[in-house]
């Protein structure tokens, strides 16, 4: 009995496996054989009904008030378990993309939350041509170690990449926005006996700001934004007429600040709206007396960044302002966020006038000399018109530039520079998907009344024609293709941009003055909205 225990053990175990396992069959057997029976009692039935409503149909009595009342009911029903089944996951937020309500988004289903996602990406091919006759490796700004540069240059850029995250929290009234950037950063590199520029992609942000509306068109901002002053410059990038804005925009506008802003009006019904900004320093180009020597006709050091994400102790003025007030005369807030007019669009006109002012401070004590820039200010007016399918665009700046003492100059001494500049461009669709513009610009920095060395130097003045064509591809305003071709008529020195493709000519020498002018640039720029 002990030597077959463990076997009769097992057996008696498989008997009952085996047992319990047939009557799981019978029992899955039974059950199946139930709802075989159920389905076919339930298709005799369905069956049995389309067989009365095919009897019924030659009379067209099937489908009473009351049947599509249930049939609208179902399909009402199907489509919300769909919509829910579009959901994420059990949360219930929504996700998709709507164009007029900025592109790719999240949103919560209460109403509290929504996030924007957007893009812009600009490839860019470039030519430009000045002349190099006269310049030697003594007679050019800087050391004189420089090689002499090429009259031709050319190639291919990422002009700009860019990311916008724009939505609200809490409540609509509560937004924001925060833009990433992948733009150029320049350098320069020497290969053989040339120098030239490069450009390698960095990462960066633009626009990082909240914003409260109050209601009846009260809005406040608080962040770094664009400063309300030149219109050509609040544009955004993408929504330009020629390849890039002008020199002049480069040169007067106040970019990108940071401070608070206060914003009334602007709504759909609106006629007027009034924006005003304080915050820390705004940029400014070509505010700075060039130096008296052989190479003073170089331009003059830039001027200032503005406040881009700068520490508080990083402000480099006592105070700044900014501020425009815009009259609607006729048409939509909405069609005025480009210079374009698109066919179908309806006619409007649009006034501004635009004001800025700053006091600024040195960096370090005791660092103030006659030669300091002490403060300034400006002011502009500008007028669009859209045509619906044709456009006009044109307005005037002026800015002053205080010193902190009297400096000499060709014809005696003078204690600041009074600045100014035009554009007038215009466009006209020649088909849904072409649109043929044209450009002028002009300005002046007076600054060449410092250049005391040379007589002859003229790198003060902005006299440029632009001319192109913009393809929509397909009819969408999201693919561009842009291509145009600059002329400048006076050498291009103080207004000189990379930017836009306008490099520094060259104007003087050490043994008597002399003028190269005639620069032209071509480009071309495919880009993408998504």
């Known amino acids: 009995m002990k030597k077959h225990g463990p076997r009769l053990i097992f057996a008696g175990a498989s008997t009952l496996s085996l047992v319990a396992t047939a009557a799981a069959a019978r029992e899955d057997t039974t059950d199946m054989a139930r709802q075989l029976a159920?389905?076919?009692?339930?298709?005799?039935?369905?069956?049995?009904?389309?067989?009365?409503?095919?009897?019924?149909?030659?009379?067209?009595?099937?489908?009473?008030?009351?049947?599509?009342?249930?049939?609208?009911?179902?399909?009402?029903?199907?489509?919300?378990?769909?919509?829910?089944?579009?959901?994420?996951?059990?949360?219930?937020?929504?996700?998709?993309?709507?164009?007029?309500?900025?592109?790719?988004?999240?949103?919560?289903?209460?109403?509290?939350?929504?996030?924007?996602?957007?893009?812009?990406?600009?490839?860019?091919?470039?030519?430009?041509?000045?002349?190099?006759?006269?310049i030697t490796t003594s007679n050019q700004p800087g050391s004189g170690s420089v090689a002499v540069p090429k009259e031709n240059v050319w190639g291919f850029e990422n002009r700009r990449t860019k990311l916008a995250f724009t939505g609200f929290v809490v409540d609509p009234s509560w937004t924001y926005e925060i833009q990433p950037i992948f733009n150029r950063s320049p350098g320069t590199v020497t290969s053989g006996d040339q120098s030239f520029s490069s450009s390698n992609i960095v990462g960066g942000v633009e626009n990082v700001w909240i914003q409260k509306d109050f209601g009846n068109g009260i809005n406040v901002r608080a962040g770094q934004f664009k400063s309300p002053f030149l219109r050509e410059e609040l544009v955004s990038s993408s929504s330009q007429l020629a390849v890039e804005r002008s020199l002049v925009s480069e040169m007067f506008s106040t970019k990108f600040s940071q401070g608070v802003q206060f914003e009334y009006g602007g709504r759909a019904g609106d006629p007027m709206r009034a924006q005003l900004f304080y915050g820390d320093g705004l940029r400014a180009n070509a505010v700075n007396v060039p130096t008296n020597t052989a190479t003073s006709w170089a331009n003059p050091a830039g001027g200032f960044a503005g406040g881009y994400t700068t520490p508080f102790n990083a402000n480099l003025t006592n105070w700044s302002f900014a501020g425009r007030v815009e009259l609607l005369g006729a048409g939509n807030w909405k069609q005025f966020r480009d210079l374009s007019s698109f066919r179908g669009e309806e006619f409007g006109w649009l006034i501004g006038l635009g004001g800025m002012g700053q006091s600024l401070r040195p960096t370090t004590e005791g660092s103030v000399s006659d030669r300091t820039t002490k403060s300034m200010w400006g002011a502009t007016v500008d007028l669009t018109m859209d045509f619906g399918g044709a456009n006009l665009?044109?307005?005037?700046?002026?800015?002053?530039?205080?010193?902190?003492?009297?400096?000499?100059?060709?014809?005696?001494?003078?204690?600041?520079?009074?600045?100014?500049?035009?554009?007038?461009?215009?466009?006209?669709?020649?088909?849904?998907?072409?649109?043929?513009?044209?450009?002028?610009?002009?300005?002046?920095?007076?600054?060449?009344?410092?250049?005391?060395?040379?007589?002859?130097?003229?790198?003060?003045?902005?006299?440029?024609?632009?001319?192109?064509?913009?393809?929509?591809?397909?009819?969408?305003?999201?693919?561009?293709?842009?291509?145009?071709?600059?002329?400048?008529?006076?050498?291009?020195?103080?207004?000189?941009?990379?930017?836009?493709?306008?490099?520094?000519?060259?104007?003087?020498?050490?043994?008597?003055?002399?003028?190269?002018?005639?620069q032209w640039v071509v480009r071309t720029q495919l880009q993408l909205l998504f």
């Open 38 to 134: 159920e389905l076919r009692a339930a298709n005799e039935a369905l069956a049995a009904k389309v067989e009365r409503l095919e009897e019924s149909a030659h009379g067209a009595e099937w489908l009473t008030e009351s049947r599509a009342n249930e049939i609208r009911s179902i399909v009402t029903d199907v489509l919300a378990d769909a919509g829910t089944r579009d959901n994420l996951q059990s949360s219930g937020a929504t996700a998709g993309w709507n164009k007029d309500q900025g592109g790719f988004f999240i949103a919560s289903p209460s109403g509290d939350f929504k996030l924007n996602i957007k893009g812009q990406i600009q490839f860019r091919w470039a030519l430009d041509h000045r002349s190099n006759a006269g």
């Open 393 to 518: 665009f044109l307005y005037g700046v002026y800015r002053r530039v205080n010193l902190t003492g009297e400096v000499d100059t060709r014809d005696g001494a003078s204690d600041g520079m009074d600045q100014w500049g035009g554009v007038v461009q215009g466009g006209m669709f020649i088909s849904n998907e072409v649109e043929l513009f044209a450009r002028y610009e002009m300005g002046n920095t007076d600054t060449d009344k410092f250049r005391t060395v040379e007589d002859g130097v003229e790198l003060e003045l902005d006299s440029i024609v632009t001319l192109g064509f913009n393809y929509y591809i397909g009819g969408n305003k999201d693919v561009k293709l842009t291509s145009d071709f600059g002329y400048a008529f006076d050498p291009v020195g103080d207004f000189a941009t990379s930017g836009a493709d306008w490099l520094q000519d060259f104007s003087g020498s050490t043994d008597g003055g002399f003028t190269n002018d005639g």
